[in-house]
Nanobody, 124 residues
Framework: QVQLVESGGGLVQAGGSLRLSCAAS????????MAWFRQAPGKEREFVAA????????SYTDSVKGRFTISRDNARNTMYLQMNTLKPEDTAVYYC?????????????????WGQGTQVTVSS
């Protein structure tokens, strides 16, 4: 339905910042709820944050509240994740996702469209 490509990952020291981008193609993202997930080595993929279609309501997992900010620019067909005060436990592959039916406040909502992921490594 929509193709997603993440960028912006890298290696950063604890306390540093990174900004991830998710560029979409194939169709406009405005009808989609957009989200970020992450998967650390040996762990299951977990929800990080989501943002609604046009009123930009957001939700976050507790471990990133106050440090991460999800945003979207529907005109640019792009979603972002600003990550501040990074911790070693934030190290993971970060994935963007999109779905027409997802519920922003439901961390278990299924997502049909996924990017390939970008690695974020936070050193202590």
């Amino acid at each position: 339905q929509v193709q997603l490509v993440e960028s912006g990952g890298g290696l950063v020291q604890a306390g540093g910042s990174l900004r991830l981008s998710c560029a979409a193609s194939g169709r406009p993202i405005s009808p989609f709820v957009m989200a970020w997930f992450r998967q650390a080595p040996g762990k299951e993929r977990e929800f990080v944050a989501a943002i609604s279609r046009t009123d930009f309501t957001t939700s976050y997992t507790d471990s990133v509240k106050g440090r991460f900010t999800i945003s979207r620019d529907n005109a640019r067909n792009t979603m972002y994740l600003q990550m501040n005060t990074l911790k070693p436990e934030d190290t993971a592959v970060y994935y963007c996702a999109a779905d027409l039916q997802a519920v922003v406040g439901d961390f278990g909502s299924p997502y049909d469209n996924w990017g390939q992921g970008t690695q974020v490594t936070v050193s202590s």
